[in-house]
């Protein structure tokens, strides 16, 4: 479907699920394109509110009405077939596109980098966006997340580029038309779609795949399961471990002087000068709630990090405890993200936390899925235990009243998940 569809030809567009970081980079996009755009979701939020103040008109709950004839419906898969919006557009005969197919669309006609893997991949892509653009490059930029630099998700551009992130969830990132395709690492996420690791290999096989006689992919092709990715690929592959590794960037861990160095190998494949190089990774200053500093409670320092999977959870809280030392108390609030995950990776979780002090457990974040009474994150955190002073609350007001309660000046606490966990900071400012 989405081949048939003409950018030019498009004069208003409604997008489903606005107020996510995909959908609403690419409401702002088709609005700096001179396209009527309207929007809805299912609760107003700060984005939502960014893009009224951006002359976007944003409704609140899904409807049938709102779809007054648009040109083209985006939609995320998040929302079911049986959205209300959704099926109007459909009963209409409105060309509907999920978010990774408009990426199919916009990434035609691009010189397109895009930026997949299990781990990292916002991040990565916020750094290479920035590094095109201190290099003139004047490129497009899509991310997951919002750039610190920025203050946005999405950066207008008039150029060739297009540097995008590609998500492997279900596939999506199979709509993309990739020109250089870099893969930060493969890991066994997805695990309630993909099943096993080895369905995740075919589907990033599948994505190289893709590439032309003169693509280039950039990995680390010696790491876990890229090799079998790459075997026999005919397209150039560039090892960005062979990079320099910078350590003076204002963004923590060893995770991020990996996501440095994939730049890196961009930037000297874009022909940009070293100089150039350096000064733009050493001056990135992050995305949103990747370690994200929120600020002070009672002399103690509050950070909000998406990590939900447990490698990342052990990238982060070692990135922490190597910057604050061993004497900083460090104390995690998480929420575990999706049944399937927690009963999945149970035995990773109970792993991941050991740079921490305390964990204070939220319930499940359910997200897309139905809870079907298989686990609970009480299940968690009496595993947790074995080897982490771990607690399950619940409820985040009764994890702010232990906060309150138990913290001390000079503790470091940590709000964790790819759920709604950030609130506690929120709730505990309130009480002042």
Same mark, same amino acid.
């Given at each position: 479907? *989405? &081949?048939?569809?003409?950018?030019? #030809? ?13 959908? /609403? ?9 001179? &396209? ?46 049986? =959205? ?13 596109? *999920? ?34 653009r201190d290099a003139k490059l004047d490129p497009t930029v899509i991310v997951g997340g919002i750039m610190v630099n920025t203050r946005s998700n999405f950066v207008a551009g008039r150029s060739k580029y297009l540097i995008v992130e590609a998500c492997e969830y279900k596939k999506s990132f199979l709509d993309i038309h990739p020109s250089v395709i870099i893969i930060t690492n493969i890991d066994n996420d997805h695990l309630d779609y993909y099943k096993n690791i080895k369905n995740i290999e075919r589907a990033f096989r599948a994505f190289v795949g893709k590439l032309g006689k003169d693509g280039m992919v950039v990995? #680390? ?7 079998? +990715?790459?075997?026999?690929? !005919? ?10 590794? @910078?350590?003076?960037? &204002?963004?923590?861990? #060893?995770? =991020?002087?990996? =996501?440095?160095?994939?730049?890196? %190998? ?6 940009? /000068?070293?100089?150039?190089?350096? !000064? /733009? ?37 070692? %990135? ?39 964990? @204070? ?49 000079? #503790? ?11 609130? +506690? ?5 309130? /009480?002042?």
């Amino acid at each position: 479907m *989405s &081949k048939r569809v003409k950018l030019e #030809d498009v004069r208003s567009v409604h997008c489903i699920g606005i107020g996510g970081v995909g959908v /609403s980079a690419i409401a702002r996009m088709l609005a700096r394109m001179g &396209k009527r755009v309207t929007g809805s979701d299912s609760s107003r939020s700060p984005i939502t509110a960014a893009l009224v103040r951006e002359g976007i008109r944003v409704h609140a709950g899904h409807r049938m009405s709102y779809i007054e004839k648009p040109d083209l419906v985006v939609y995320t898969k998040a929302v079911p077939d049986t =959205n209300p919006e959704l099926v109007a557009a459909r009963r209409k005969k409105i060309p509907c596109l *999920s978010y990774a197919e408009m990426l199919g669309v916009v990434s035609h006609e691009k010189f397109t980098i895009a930026v997949s893997g299990a781990h990292g991949k916002t991040t990565t892509t916020a750094m290479v966006g920035k590094l095109l653009r201190d290099a003139k490059l004047d490129p497009t930029v899509i991310v997951g997340g919002i750039m610190v630099n920025t203050r946005s998700n999405f950066v207008a551009g008039r150029s060739k580029y297009l540097i995008v992130e590609a998500c492997e969830y279900k596939k999506s990132f199979l709509d993309i038309h990739p020109s250089v395709i870099i893969i930060t690492n493969i890991d066994n996420d997805h695990l309630d779609y993909y099943k096993n690791i080895k369905n995740i290999e075919r589907a990033f096989r599948a994505f190289v795949g893709k590439l032309g006689k003169d693509g280039m992919v950039v990995c #680390d092709p010696k790491a876990p399961h890229l090799r079998e +990715v790459i075997r026999g690929t !005919k397209v150039k592959v560039v090892d960005y471990m062979k990079s320099p590794k @910078l350590k003076d960037l &204002k963004v923590i861990g #060893d995770h =991020n002087i990996r =996501n440095a160095q994939v730049a890196h %190998a961009v930037g000297k494949l874009l022909g940009i /000068s070293d100089a150039t190089v350096r !000064k /733009s990774i050493r001056s990135f200053r992050g995305v949103g709630r990747r370690f994200e500093y929120k600020g002070l409670f009672r002399g103690a320092r509050f950070y909000d990090d998406y990590a939900h999977h447990p490698t990342e959870i052990r990238a982060a809280l070692r %990135a922490a405890r190597e910057h604050f030392g061993p004497k900083r108390r460090i104390w995690v609030v998480f929420q575990p993200h999706l049944y399937s995950r927690t009963k999945l990776l149970m035995r990773e979780f109970a792993t991941a936390f050991d740079d921490a002090d305390h964990v @204070l457990l939220a319930d499940i974040y359910a997200a897309r899925e139905r809870d079907d009474g298989m686990v609970h994150a009480r299940d968690l955190a009496t595993v947790m235990a074995a080897r982490t002073d771990a607690s399950y609350l619940g409820d985040f007001k009764k994890i702010a009243t232990e906060l309150r309660r138990s913290i001390r000046p000079r #503790d470091v606490v940590i709000t964790m998940g790819a759920g709604e966990a950030y609130r +506690v900071f929120d709730l505990l400012r309130a /009480s002042r």
